[in-house]
Nanobody, 126 residues
Framework: QLVESGGGLVQPGGSLRLSCAAS????????IGWFRQAPGKEREGVSC????????NYADSVKGRFTISRDNARNTVSLQMNSLKPEDTAVYYC?????????????????????WGQGTQVTVSS
């Protein structure tokens, strides 16, 4: 139900824009989270955007470099990733869940989200 796109290979310092699309439900009614999982590591929350207020949150490791946004006309949520680093290399997933709180006071928990995409690979390497 969720499909990520936009991953690829990029050099350090470069940019990528990931997109999360849904075919069977309206993303605007859901809190959307972006997560990533590097080889040998647990999946971690990267960013989220709430369904009502549009409030956002970011992991400390990506603050100031990544930006999450909605395009309701296209029923998509994007993650703009700038100044990419090798440590950003991972499979990136989007996830959706109604009524999950998202904001600077709330941690982005994997367990809070029930609907997941299949992931898209991001590799940052020279």
């Amino acid at each position: 139900q969720l499909v990520e796109s936009g991953g690829g290979l990029v050099q350090p310092g470069g940019s990528l824009r990931l997109s999360c699309a849904a075919s069977k439900f309206t993303l605007d009614y859901y809190t959307i989270g972006w997560f990533r999982q590097a080889p040998g590591k647990e999946r971690e929350g990267v960013s989220c955007i709430s369904s009502r207020s549009g409030s956002t949150n970011y992991a400390d490791s990506v603050k100031g470099r990544f930006t999450i946004s909605r395009d309701n006309a296209r029923n998509t949520v994007s993650l703009q990733m700038n100044s990419l680093k090798p440590e950003d290399t991972a499979v990136y997933y989007c996830a959706a869940e109604p009524s999950v709180r998202c904001g600077s006071d709330y941690y982005i928990w994997v367990s809070d989200f029930g609907s997941w995409g299949q992931g898209t690979q991001v590799t940052v390497s020279s």
